[in-house]
T-cell receptor, first 110, second 113 residues
Framework: EDQVTQSPEALRLQEGESSSLNCSYT??????LFWYRQDPGKGPEFLFT?????EEKEKERLKATLTKKESFLHITAPKPEDSATYLC???????????WGAGTKLIIKP | ETGVTQTPRHLVMGMTNKKSLKCEQH?????MYWYKQSAKKPLELMFV???????ENNSVPSRFSPECPNSSHLFLHLHTLQPEDSALYLC????????????FGPGTRLTVT
């Protein structure tokens, strides 16, 4: 069964404490892996798309990486404004629909 | 207005009521989506429209009825809902049904009493 699993479910960090969020996927024929950020009371906001193993993309304090089984969202020296729920989703070759993970709620304490 | 807008932002309705959710996209996209988001669960795709034609209905109960009168507007008509239908309903759009970047509205928080 095609599936996307995110871990941990929640992560609390001190400001400046770097860490990583995990998105593991079991899909047949990955066509793309997507990261979104969702703030409370808002819809998801697109961050990155990764297409092939070894690819990396960066935006400010965030860097997304992709292997053949999982993706990581690395956050370096986070600030309180990075607090949000981070969602990942996978798209297969055979279907345009995205398979979503349940998200990781990230809390950065000042 | 820019991006994707949704109204109302909050809705409380009884199980016998009929209401509608509205979505409008100002991005010139030709694909629109309805998702259901429940706490701690992955987003569930409900309906997909491409060029105003419905292309997907993921086994959604008939008490949810979508309507897409043009490429900029999407409605979700609700009737005889159940308490388990309480959730955040998100609208999204993209440039082409296969496009990877979907742009979301802020959602409608629905509570069924």
């Amino acid at each position: 069964e095609d599936q996307v699993t995110q871990s941990p479910e929640a992560l609390r960090l001190q400001e400046g404490e770097s860490s990583s969020l995990n998105c593991s996927y079991t899909v047949s024929g990955l066509r793309g892996l997507f990261w979104y950020r969702q703030d409370p009371g808002k819809g998801p906001e697109f961050l990155f798309t990764l297409y092939s193993a070894g690819e990396e993309k960066e935006k400010e304090r965030l860097k997304a990486t992709l292997t053949k089984k999982e993706s990581f969202l690395h956050i370096t020296a986070p600030k309180p404004e990075d607090s949000a729920t981070y969602l990942c989703a996978a798209r297969m070759d055979s279907n345009y629909q995205l398979i979503w993970g349940a998200g990781t709620k990230l809390i950065i304490k000042p | 207005e820019t991006g994707v807008t949704q109204t109302p932002r909050h809705l409380v309705m009884g199980m016998t009521n009929k209401k509608s959710l509205k979505c409008e996209q100002h991005l010139g996209h030709n694909a629109m989506y309805w998702y259901k988001q429940s706490a701690k669960k992955p987003l569930e795709l409900m309906f997909v429209y491409s060029l105003e034609e419905r292309v997907e209905n993921n086994s959604v109960p008939s008490r949810f009825s979508p309507e897409c009168p043009n490429s900029s507007h999407l409605f979700l008509h609700l009737h005889t809902l159940q308490p388990e239908d309480s959730a955040l309903y998100l609208c999204a759009s993209s440039q082409g049904i296969g496009s990877y970047e979907q742009y979301f509205g802020p959602g409608t928080r629905l509570t069924v009493t």
